[in-house]
């Protein structure tokens, strides 16, 4: 079975840009959970699964619609009590957002 | 050098086929065709079990499809639970039977998805091909699914007698402001593959709606996404059907029987567990049809040999068996087997007949999928 993919289909998005007050949360048709036996975070959507490395699951399971980006980085700083994350942690929520797997909320 | 697999992985895509009762009377259905001698259901407490033993294994996706799974009416019962264990569900369904109560039910029972099959773009194709009057009916469902918020998304099954319409029934997708259409060719197993010789579209065929379908895609303010799905009969390389059977796939048939792949109930010399005498996990890890076609100690030249065998996995069991007579050749679909003939000739055949979807008068009848043919073909 091939599935024959559009090579431009016309939406494609913007790459977007995220300020530090944003807030995130997983999209809609998205599910985030731990699953035990995987050893990992996995995203499930309609007939598919992503399986999350451990640093993109310590950043998604954060976006719980009310923290910013601001307190995503500060938490995770502090729980692997390092610094200067920003760039990276800002980096892979911009292109969590061009997937869909999260959604700014207002 | 083979694998052995001892230890597989979860099976992460639960399917389970709730009833093969089903208003419509599908020419190209996958079911059985002695599906009407089957007819020994598993209760409301089985299933609820199967999901809770599955999902300790580690499945995440469930598909609930059948038949019609809204001919079963604790189907919500079903989804509220699979929806407390943690799976992300997916109702497969011809929307007859969905009304206003149930959706809002389901939706509460948190059913996550719902894919809603057509079989043509105008009443009467749709209501010729599914032997019923439905089309008017399922518009009503497409509405539903868009009122109570999820993404409408159409799966419509391709073949000789519709496949000239692709592009009404895109229009018709737009028009029920789907956001995602899938042109599925058919794949021949059940009452598709009696039916073969009257659904094998034409390459020329495949070819306009390809076309078509790209054509589409590029029209302004387009937005549904739209995936082709080409029939692997036309293909040089088989699918990796299942991922290999036993990798990740389960499926349990309304009766209960545990198979590796829906259409695998064909295959000969294997005896399926069934959820009623054994364990899930017993099933999945241990009992031997499963572990029948794991790894790659079970192919034959050319597989054994080919640089392809850990992509495809030798391609389709089910479609080996059922043109070539032996469940362990390659997959005919291949252009490196030995069978692959069988293939090209049916294309061949195909490509001689006459293209014109009208041409429905031809000699061989249409067998519909119904519970009085099934028995007689039982």
Known sequence: MTESEPAGNPTVAARTTLLDSARLAVGRGFRLQWEPVQNAHVLLYPEGMIKLNGSAGAIMSRCDGERTVADIVADLERTYGTTGLAEDVTAFLEFAVDKSWLEIRA | MSVQVRDPGPPLWLLMELTYRCPLHCVFCYNPTNFAVLDRELTTEDWLRVLREARALGAVQLGLSGGEPLARDDLEAIVAHAHELGFYTNLITSGIGLNETRIKALKQAGLDHIQLSFQDSTREMNDFLSSTRTFDLKAKAAALIKQYGYPM?????????????????????????????????????????????????????????????????????????????????????????????????????????????????????????????????WIWRDSPSFNRYRGDAWMKEPCRSCPDKTKDFGGCRCQAYLLTGDAANADPVCALSPHHHLVTEAVARADALRTEASSLAEEKPLLFRDPRTSRALS
């Open chain 2, 153 to 281: 998304v159409l799966n419509v099954v391709l073949h000789r007698l519709n496949i000239d319409h692709a592009e009404q029934i895109l229009d018709m997708a737009e028009r029920l402001g789907a956001d995602y259409v899938e042109l599925a060719n058919t794949q021949y197993y059940g009452w598709a593959l009696l039916n073969r010789e009257r659904l094998l579209p034409s390459r020329e065929q495949v070819r306009r709606a390809e076309d078509t379908t790209r054509k589409f895609r590029l029209k302004p303010g387009q937005r549904m996404r739209i995936y082709f799905v080409v029939p692997d009969y036309f293909e040089t390389r088989p699918k990796p059907c299942m991922n290999g059977l036993g990798s990740v796939f389960l499926t349990i048939a309304p009766d209960g029987t545990a198979l590796p792949c829906h259409a695998a109930r064909t295959l000969p010399g294997l005896t399926f567990p069934n959820v009623r005498e054994a364990s899930v996990e």
